[in-house]
């Protein structure tokens, strides 16, 4: 009899699954390229810009200067892709940052990695749909008003269909990654074709607005800053060594071939980026502005015109951004359940839900996410100092952890540990120059949550540790006394409910109490202090048992001058105790089911109320039994 | 030990109050015009304002005709008057519409004059509030943007003060209420006599906007369309009869002065408001628009000029308005607890909470009321057309129904009898009017409401008399088979929380079955199907009570494909019905209790959903038995 909420619930996130049903079909590389590359290849749709966003003052010599700024982060791309072929190659199951830093460097080193991926993810889902949201914007400028809320509504949507389980989503994600892919390759060589036709001094078909002089003068710590900025891009590439497991066999190969080729079309992406963008004299414009246009928006323009294909290749910006908010949301509940499963955060973290999915994590990220959508607005720019630390941060832990690894394997892989060492190293240098370039625009947040958040794993371990010390049981168990308990049945007048409660209880244990409260109040009080029950008690009940030969319940009244359910019936337990210290005593209680949620409005609830608040109040020695009656 | 979510419920709404702590004092008639004239003398402050609203198309001309307007309503009043006189002597306890309607015209005139009062308690709430900010808005013009939220916060005040009961209030009634008074009638003193210094032509010190020339020409529509409107100053005249019993002896005699000084200040208000306006013209303005000045404003500016006396005169409209929403805050939930009595409404609304407030009548109405506001935007002209129905409505049908109380009386009561007719009468009439001339504005509403809340009433006495027909335990108690039921221990593992469970279990009864889910996931999930909770139940469980000579649990471990924690139990429970169906089967429950709220962050808690799911899966043939532990 599936009610309309529940009907609603499956409309809305699917049946329940069964566990065999959680068995995901291993995939091949042409699968695993959109699935694990969305996240590394839609960075390019914002790390470029975010590069010259930093290079703005500059003026037109800040098209000088990308490549620059560009040709180190290949580079690191670079070494980033030699170290990950080899963590793939130690960890075929699962090497993830906190994995290797926790089976490598310790718990330390694992708590750090964890949480500066946990950080990174939610600066993912927020970064991806507010680019994702600024393409959208820049196609549609009427939008610009709404860019918060349609950020919070991307957000909405991914998390349902997160909730819903990801499972049959293979081809939502495959189309706009291939999509976008072809069309910025496709744009760039096409621009690079007109440029050589051109002579080098292509005409856009839609002008970029004109660059002025600069404000500032060329300096290393504004080129640094764009190169932190620019890091960004970097970001998702150690998505494929977090799932190893998840390709078919020969694993290793499969997984391999898959960072080859998002490192491949991501290197293409960030050159042909940088280089058209200095050809046709593009730079990055305000968010916050009207007539705001991306790079990637102004780029398309200028090569293509506003044409259909511009659309097109918009669309495929907004779908691959949105979706690569998705890759959070595919890693972090993971990466939390791992971490529950090892204290640090709370259970329910690692509790899989009717759809296998483990919502507490999705709910999480979704929760944190949009709050720095709405702190921030929604724009790209004032969130991106605060992204990629964590990233570079995991990086360097996970390259490190490599290098302990290979060192333990013995002296016949020292050509390995030196690719991992340089890794390490690379990404540590990297990570200083974004932290002293990022830190006072707002990567001081980050600096600041990550030893915020240790301290709350830690304390969530402590917690956890001594819960499961004081509840285990040791040696064999032990029975003590097991004569039956004194209930006490709380009465509030004679019905069908509790007749069935006195039913039960006399079933329990031949001594019942029935304690009935006088002077609560409500409709259902009795005016007379108690006396007609007691009378109606002593025909209806006492009687008829009593001619059975079945000592029947004593009938109790107690006042309750403050109308508090709980505070007598403890008062009296008390009572009884001193008189009775050994004996071990339950308070049965009759309630009326209640069938539809409407009922609960029309329903006094004494009850309920009574069993929560004895479950509150009382100590360990009061147990509760609940006699429960449907109409 | 309280905790500081009780510290901080205390500071708000103050300590629990015993039963005997809810007998007020009687009071007497100095005591009783504030606490009982605040509603019906502050509908002063809008009743005129509302009727010249009306009259605005017609222009400078409006101010010849807010006598003809003025002149039905004061007699109207002296109607009531008379009337509610009578009420007094034949009701000396409570004499309210719903009480007089019920015991002499029957239950349907009964629950329509206890709809029509609900109504017009909420919408008295809305009125009051919105006119009060408006008082305050014509004040400090700077606040005009903010006219909502300020009615919201002053909503929310008085609800809270109605939560911590008003019983300590009396000052704080008296004062407002008498200051208010004073002010205005030393205004209007001040006015006439000005008037008549200056030969009939006053110069006013602040200057009214200039009325134009009309944009309509008078006709009976707007002048009945006035009258409707303005007939809203005598909402609350019913006050005194409704709360009879609240006066010390000589009950009768206090209760009628009081009425004759309500009245009698009501009218000299009205009077004097209407005949200082027309004769400083002084028309009403558009509350929003920017520059809005109320009427009372604009009176007082215009004779005292804005100087601190106008302040003052003002803050008392503000308190005296507010206030008065605290007489339906007083009315509403002792309205709906009769109704509840009698099983109309939910019985909630007849429990006192710990400060002996019928606290679910005040949370409904705070929350109607807030939903009028922001529907209506906290602007007084637009709930004006839905006010008064109400009231019209229960006070025709409360004199109707002291018209049959004289017929049963006897003859000697004629003059009572045709008094309370004339009174029956000409109130009905005047609903006719407002009906009609409101209906388009928004009267329709009230209408629509009133037919469709009776509904709902008769169908919640319908659900209450099914409920108790099935409930009920007829004879005596028949006993039947109390043999020990059959106890399933939900396991989730071996600890102190399950050893405690065994206990209990086995004093209730020696047959025990322990059922363990497996394939639950999460985690505390067991890998190995539970083997290993077998082998140490064997030797940790089952041997010890075996050496003892006690029957031990048996263990039963039920796969749980689908993670769901009652199905697989409720199937198993199923089967043992038929293997033993005159069985009685209880589950029990094994609780870790939660002392802190963060607790329940940290914990799977399946213990509790188990409990709630059997409770409202199971039929009543399955007990459930918590057996809390506490670390």
Redesign the interface.
Known sequence: MPHTAQRLIDLLFGR?????EGQAEKIGWLAAVPAMGLDGLSSSAYGPEAALSVLVPLGAASLTYIGPVMVPIIALLGVLYLSYRQTIIAYPSNGGGYTVAKENLGRGAGLLAATALMIDYVLNVAVGISAGVAALVSTLPALQPAILPLCLAVLALVTIANLRGTGEAGLLFALPTYLFVACFLGLIAFGLWKLVAAGGHPAPIVAPPHLGRGTEAVTIWILMRAFAAGCTAMTGVEAVSNAVGAFREPVVKQARLTLTIICGLLALLLVGIAGVAQAYGISAMDQTQPGYQSVLSQLAAAIAGRGPFYFVAMASVLAVLCLSANTSFVGFPRLCRLV??DGYL???F???D?R?VFSVGVGFLAATAGLLLIVFGGITDRLIPLFAIGAFLTFTLSQAGMVVHWRRQGPSNLGRLAINGVGAAVTGLALAVILAAKFLEGAWITVLAIPLTILLLLS?RR??D??DA????V???????????LLLLALQQ???????A???G????PDVIAVHLT?L????ADEDGGSRLRQEWN???V???EA?G?KPPRLVLLPA????IHAPLLTFIAKLRTEMPER?I?VLIP???TRHWWER????GRGERL?ALL??H???D??????????
């Open positions: 329940r699954l069964a566990n065999r529950a499963e709370p259970r329910p690692a509790v899989p009717r296998l969530i917690y956890y001594r819960l004081s509840v285990a049981a040696g064999p168990l032990v029975l003590g006394d097991i004569r039956p308990p004679r019905s069908q409910v509790s007749d069935r006195i039913r039960f006399l079933s329990l244990s002077q109040g409500g409709p259902e025909e209806t009940v009687a008829p048992l059975q079945i001058p403050y109308r508090e071990r339950a309630e009326l089911v409005l029309l329903r006094v069993r479950l509150k009382a100590n360990s009061l147990n509760v039994i609940i006699s429960p009656w449907n109409p």
